[in-house]
Nanobody
Framework: VQLQASGGGLVQAGDSLRLSCVVSGRTFRSYTMAWFRQAPGKEREFVAGIKVSAGYTYYTESVKGRFTISKDNAKNTVYLQMNSLRPEDTAVYYC???????????????????WGQGTLVTVSS
């Protein structure tokens, strides 16, 4: 299984951007998928997650109401729609996935065994 992330870029504060993560293989529906981000000089942090089979979604507090995680089962793809972007959203964004993520561990990097390459999002003020 491979994860391929894309969609990053340079935008201005207040703009929107949509990230995509394509998952190869046939087990997409059994996955929990997540987006993490790592800003310069900071640790990687959880942004949003989704249980693909049920569609349940989870967000870190700072992005609630601005970011939306969704999935397209037919395309084996998870999206992160980012609206009202702020300079503090600037980071490398990573998608991650695994089939055995429990709810209590969903926000932890260690829960995910599959990672995509990062995609850089830069928000200018």
């Amino acid at each position: 299984v491979q994860l391929q992330a894309s969609g990053g870029g340079l935008v201005q504060a207040g703009d929107s951007l949509r990230l995509s993560c394509v998952v190869s293989g046939r087990t997409f529906r059994s996955y929990t998928m997540a987006w993490f981000r790592q800003a310069p000089g900071k640790e990687r942090e959880f942004v949003a997650g989704i249980k693909v089979s049920a569609g349940y979604t989870y967000y870190t507090e700072s992005v609630k109401g601005r970011f939306t995680i969704s999935k397209d089962n037919a395309k084996n793809t998870v999206y992160l729609q980012m609206n009202s972007l702020r300079p503090e959203d600037t980071a490398v964004y990573y998608c991650a996935g695994d089939t055995s993520v429990i709810l209590s561990n969903l926000r932890s990097q260690s829960a995910y065994g599959r990672w995509g390459q990062g995609t850089l999002v830069t928000v200018s003020s």
